[in-house]
C-alpha cells in the first residue's frame, strides 16, 4: 500500500486495453508505473499522471503487483523471459486473453521462478473498463486477489472462481463462445433480409424481441436438462421436428444467393443427433455430441 492506502500497481502493455485499465487506476489514485514496447504509446498515460517505465526490468522493480496485458501468452513470454529472474516476490496477474492450458502453464512457470500468479479474463471493451457494465473474471492465487482487490475493483466488476489458474479463461471462452454463436446467427438474420432489400435496423426491433424472449427460456431450460442428463421434451419442438425444418434455412438462403454456410455444422449436428435415435428429444441433447 502506499501511504494514501492505494495500492501501486505496474502494468505491462499498453494496448487499448492495458491503457484503460491504467486509466482506471489512476483516476482511483492508485500509482501506476507502466512499460510499453512502443514506448511513445505511453505518452497519454503518462500525462495522466502515470510513472513510465523505460524497461520491464525497472517496470517488474518499481511494484510487487504487476498486471500484464498484452496481445497473447507468447508476447508475455517474449516480455517476461528475458528478465524472469525479476519476477521473484512479484505478484504477476495476466489479464491477457488465452486458452484454460495457456494459464495453467504460466501459472506453475511464474512459481517456479517465484512469483505468485493470478489469471484473469476481462469481460469488457475498453471504453467499459471501469464502468458498472465490466467485469473481469479471476482465478488462481487468491492471496494474489485480495492484495490486489482495492486496484482489481477499478476496473469494474470481479469475479474469483478459485485456484486453478485455467478457470478464468475456461469461463471466459464460454462466454465468448455463446457471444459469437448469437453473433453470427444476427448476422446471418441481417444477410437473410438484406438479400430482399430490406434494411438491418428494419429487423432490428423483431430480431430484437424474438432472441430476448427464446433466449431467456432456452436459458434455463438448457441447463437444467444438461445438468439433469435428460433431454426428453414434453413441449412441442423435438430435434426429429427441428431438423426437419432447419433445411429451410439454408435453402432460403440459396434462393436468395446468399450462403448457407454458416447453417451447415448445425445441421449436421441435429441429422447426427436424429440418426442415434434421439428424435424425440429437445435440441439440447446436440451436447453429447459436442462432448465428445
Ligand atoms: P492491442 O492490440 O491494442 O495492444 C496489444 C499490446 O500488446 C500492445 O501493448 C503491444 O505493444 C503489445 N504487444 C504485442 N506483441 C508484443 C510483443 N511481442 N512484445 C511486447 N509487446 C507486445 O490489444 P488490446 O490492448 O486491446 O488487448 C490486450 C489484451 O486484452 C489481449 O489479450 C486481448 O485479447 C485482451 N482483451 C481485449 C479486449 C478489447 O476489446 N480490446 C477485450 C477483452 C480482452 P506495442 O504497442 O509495442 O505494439
Known amino acids: 500500500m502506499s501511504e494514501h492506502g492505494k495500492t501501486p500497481v505496474t502494468v505491462l502493455g499498453l494496448g487499448a486495453m492495458g491503457t484503460a485499465l491504467v486509466e482506471a487506476l489512476l483516476a482511483a489514485g492508485h500509482p501506476v508505473t507502466a512499460w510499453n514496447r512502443t514506448a ?3 505518452e497519454g498515460v503518462a500525462a495522466k ?3 513510465v517505465a523505460p524497461t520491464v526490468a525497472e517496470a ?3 511494484n510487487e503487483i504487476v498486471i500484464a496485458c498484452l496481445l497473447d501468452y507468447d508476447s508475455v513470454h517474449e516480455v517476461l523471459d528475458p528478465v524472469a529472474a525479476g519476477l521473484a516476490g512479484r505478484q504477476l496477474i495476466n489479464l491477457t486473453n488465452g486458452t484454460p492450458g495457456q494459464a495453467r502453464e504460466m501459472g506453475a512457470w511464474a512459481e517456479e521462478l ?5 489469471d484473469g479474463g476481462i469481460m469488457a471493451v475498453p471504453p467499459m473498463i471501469g464502468t458498472p457494465a ?3 473474471f479471476y482465478s488462481g492465487s487468491g492471496t494474489v486477489f485480495g492484495r490486489a482487490r482495492t486496484a482489481l475493483d477499478t476496473f469494474g466488476g470481479v469475479n474469483y472462481l478459485g485456484v486453478d489458474p485455467g478457470l478464468a479463461p475456461l469461463y471466459d471462452l464460454a462466454l465468448l463462445s455463446g457471444m459469437y454463436g448469437n453473433f453470427i446467427g444476427v448476422i446471418q438474420a441481417y444477410t ?7 434494411k438491418a435496423s428494419e429487423l432490428t426491433p423483431l430480431l ?5 424472449a427464446m433466449l431467456s427460456s432456452f436459458l434455463d431450460r438448457a441447463a437444467e436438462q ?3 442428463g435428460d433431454y426428453g421434451t414434453d413441449v412441442v419442438s423435438n430435434i426429429a421436428m427441428q431438423a426437419a425444418a432447419f433445411p429451410n434455412l439454408a435453402k432460403a438462403a440459396a434462393e436468395q444467393g446468399v450462403s448457407a454456410e454458416l447453417l451447415a455444422p448445425l445441421q449436421s449436428l441435429m441429422d447426427r443427433r436424429v440418426a442415434a435415435g434421439h428424435g424425440a428429444e429437445d435440441l439440447v441433447g446436440v451436447i453429447e455430441i459436442l462432448k465428445k
Open 40 to 42: 511513445s504509446r505511453a
Open 226 to 228: 444438461i445438468d439433469s
Open 208 to 212: 430484437r424481441g424474438w432472441m430476448e
Open 49 to 51: 499522471g502515470a510513472t
Open 192 to 198: 437473410l433480409v438484406g438479400s430482399a432489400g430490406v
Open 60 to 62: 517488474l522493480a518499481a
Open 114 to 118: 517465484g512469483a505468485e500468479y493470478l
Open 134 to 136: 465490466s467485469f473481469i
